[in-house]
């Protein structure tokens, strides 16, 4: 059972370029978060995803925006890409409830120059 | 921002010394997780503890809770060079929303054999 998976790994982008992160969650889990982690910091909620809509959304610019599919994967969108985006995307699924363990991926690692 | 506070921020024992970690968080809280995160790379879940809970065990970690004083502890003991990690507390609260997580700043610990 596959756990969850983000593509790519590492990207580096230039400054004011767009950029695409992708998600797919555990098998059988319906809703997906995104984080973003600054280096040293802990990871900072961006949005949440259940039945293709935002159902959630953090302090974070509208720059930043995403996209759930039928199949409950996910991508993050960040337009007009600043120095200060630079850090680890996360992304997380789980199935329902407030109490539901929420299981990370491995992250992709965004620099941009 | 951050609404927890892990102390130390960082922790450097001897393999088979006990770890504690604490985080202290602000607000009333639905539950509270512990994720491990090894050297930038994803969160993975260790342990989670509900509002009503007080303490929790699994394998050699320990969790307490104490609501009251808004805080929790995270115990590893006869700890191991592969626990070298930062730890993380993450609160999900009773009126933030469905399911958004809200990270600590983190504890480095670092196990020498």
């Known amino acids: 059972d596959a756990g969850v998976t983000q593509s790519p790994t590492h990207l580096i982008k230039t400054r004011g370029q767009q950029v695409t992160l992708r998600c797919s969650p555990k098998s059988g889990h319906d809703t997906v978060s995104w984080y973003q982690q600054a280096l040293g910091q802990g990871p900072q909620f961006i949005f949440q995803y259940y039945e293709e809509e935002e159902r959630q959304r953090g302090n974070f610019p509208d720059r930043f925006s995403g996209h759930q599919f039928p199949n409950y994967s996910s991508e993050l969108n960040v337009n007009a890409l600043l120095l200060g985006d630079s850090a680890l995307y996360l992304c997380?699924?789980?199935?329902?409830?407030?109490?539901?363990?929420?299981?990370f991926g491995q992250g992709t690692r965004l620099t941009v120059v | 921002s951050q609404q927890g506070e892990e102390d130390p921020q960082a922790l450097s024992i001897q393999e088979g010394e006990n770890a504690t970690m604490n985080c202290s968080y602000k607000t009333s809280i639905n539950n509270l997780q512990w994720y491990r995160q090894n050297s930038g790379r994803g969160l993975v879940h260790l342990i989670l503890i509900r509002s009503n809970e007080r303490e929790k065990h699994s394998g050699r970690l320990r969790v307490t809770l104490d609501t009251s004083k808004k805080s929790s502890s995270l115990l590893i003991t006869a700890s191991r060079a592969a626990d070298t990690a930062s730890y993380f507390c993450a609160t999900r609260g009773t009126n933030t929303g469905f399911q958004k997580l809200v990270f600590g700043t983190g504890t480095r610990l670092l196990v020498s054999p």
């Open positions: 997380a699924s789980s199935l329902g409830g407030v109490e539901a363990e929420a299981f």
